[in-house]
């Protein structure tokens, strides 16, 4: 069938409808790959009551802003869904998904400009984790899209050059026996200057803490660069919140991320942002717009705002649940910064009466705060709030709830920290 994409959606789809049925609706059909305004001769895959699921089969007609894909694995690996459109039209693509977003969602118009921070598009992640396969011969990549199966893969174009070049030294290791079997995934990650980096192994339950001390130091051995290789072994029950257990390391377990003039203690398991280009960009917009006495930062991390928030308070309280980061954390704090290791919803539940925030710093994952965060955080009527979202859907719920609660929007900002992927951060800046 013959079809013209009407739009693109979060998820990396475009919008096709079926031709219309008895009661003249067409369904919606989501096909990969596409872009708005190409037609395109279609294959159906799956077939629901409400939607359908198809692929393109057939470029007829091509839209002016499709360009030829920078990697050989483009549309058989999972990682990446735009490299067949322009950088420039990656971000209107991205700029209009996410007002539809709020359009529908929330029913908000943005009535402020969206200001559009631009990346670097290739080389750009500071991070890769990579699945592993020893047998029946060693292989290392990502999963094929849509799937669960592995597709080996020997360069990446969106990871630093250095983590290519650690890609290329596994390569060799793991084809030479090097990497012990119970090994299952492979995190390289990389700091600011791409000098350095820091190695995660996870594996298999039943790994013996000497496989993984020789594995380790086999990879450190080869990668002059790592400062170290730290091994866990991935949790039996699929249902614990705990963080892995750390069987062995090799050399440090964590590396020193600078960005601007704060450096960072990051260790294995920890989480840090991904695009070393725009990570102090980042920072800037979230902390740069106000100083006073009091800023509440959480979902805090390693202290990415709090430690810059640091500068311009008297005080922040920062908050984090997990140990590993909530460590980083504390070692990152100057000494204006107390540090909490409780959920958000713990620490609002226990102290929202007491609390006097001048600004509030949210940068929650992607399930977004719900309706009880929102709640709480209302309650503590902070004159300034800014949430750094990487969902739109959930961003737009929050945002509905915070607005109700009497906060307008003063600005808003979409920084491009996964280019050639669906993925987007945002950025909103809200005052009472």
């Known amino acids: ?41 279609a294959e159906l895959l799956e077939d629901k009551r409400s939607f359908a699921r198809g692929k393109a089969e057939k470029l007829i007609l091509a839209s002016p802003q499709r360009v030829e894909p920078n990697c050989p694995y483009f549309q058989r690996c999972g990682g990446c869904h735009y490299q067949h459109a322009s950088y420039e039209h990656q971000l209107e693509i991205k700029a209009g998904i996410l007002k539809e977003n709020l359009r529908r969602l929330a029913k908000l118009e943005l009535g402020t400009e969206l200001q559009i921070h631009a990346s670097p598009p290739w080389n750009y992640r500071n991070r890769a984790r990579l699945k592993v396969q020893t047998a029946p011969e060693f292989a290392l990549g ?11 893969v020997e360069h990446c174009p969106i990871t630093s050059p250095l983590i290519n070049r650690a890609i290329a030294v596994l390569w060799q290791l793991g084809s030479a026996g090097q990497i012990a079997q119970q090994v299952q995934e492979i995190e390289i990650f990389a700091d600011a200057v791409d000098a350095r980096l820091l190695i995660e192994l996870f594996c298999a339950p039943d790994m013996a803490r000497a496989s993984a001390r020789q594995c380790a130091e086999e990879i450190k051995t080869a990668l002059p660069e790592a400062v170290g290789v730290v091994a866990f072994r991935s949790s039996i029950s699929t249902h614990s919140p705990a963080e892995p257990q750390t069987l062995v390391a090799a050399g440090e377990r964590e590396i020193t991320y600078k960005a601007g003039k704060h450096s960072y203690r990051i260790s294995a398991g920890a989480f840090f942002q991904i695009n070393r280009h725009l990570t102090q960009e980042l920072v800037n917009i979230v902390t740069g717009s106000v100083s006073a006495g009091t800023a509440l930062d959480l979902y805090a991390g390693v202290g990415l705002f709090s430690t810059a928030l640091a500068g311009s308070f008297a005080q922040v309280i920062a908050v984090e649940p997990s140990p590993i980061s909530c460590s980083d954390l504390s ?3 100057p000494g204006n910064v107390r540090t909490v290791r409780a959920t958000t919803e713990q ?3 226990n102290h929202t009466v007491e609390l006097k ?22 309650k503590l009527r902070s004159p300034r709030l800014t949430y750094v ?24 900002h979409l920084i491009d920290l996964f280019p050639q992927t ?6 909103f800046q809200l005052v009472l």
Request: net charge negative.
């Open 1 to 41: 069938m013959q079809l013209t994409i009407e739009k693109l959606v979060y998820g990396g789809d475009g919008l096709a409808r079926l031709p219309a049925d008895e009661h003249g609706r067409g369904k919606a059909m989501f096909l990969p790959f596409v872009l708005k305004g190409e037609t395109v001769e």
């Open 347 to 349: 620490f609002l539940q």
């Open 142 to 152: 990502y999963y094929k899209f849509n799937s669960r199966e592995l597709l080996p």
């Open 389 to 412: 979202s990487c969902d739109p859907a959930t961003l737009s719920r929050d945002l509905a709830g915070l607005l109700v609660a009497g906060y307008r929007i003063e600005q808003a």
């Open 422 to 427: 669906f993925h987007l951060e945002s950025v």
């Open 331 to 333: 070692y990152n704090s």
């Open 357 to 378: 925030p001048d600004l509030l710093v949210l940068d929650p994952p992607r399930a977004g705060l719900g309706e009880s965060v929102v709640r709480e955080l209302a």
